[in-house]
């Protein structure tokens, strides 16, 4: 499951299983 997520002010895409936890 990919999830939209704000970093340093970006928008990036990355899998749930790398940094993008819940």
């Known amino acids: ?3 939209f997520r704000y970093r ?3 928008l990036v895409q990355c ?3 790398a940094y993008c936890g819940p």
């Open 15 to 17: 899998p749930c299983s």
């Open 8 to 10: 340093d002010g970006s």
């Open 1 to 3: 499951m990919w999830v």
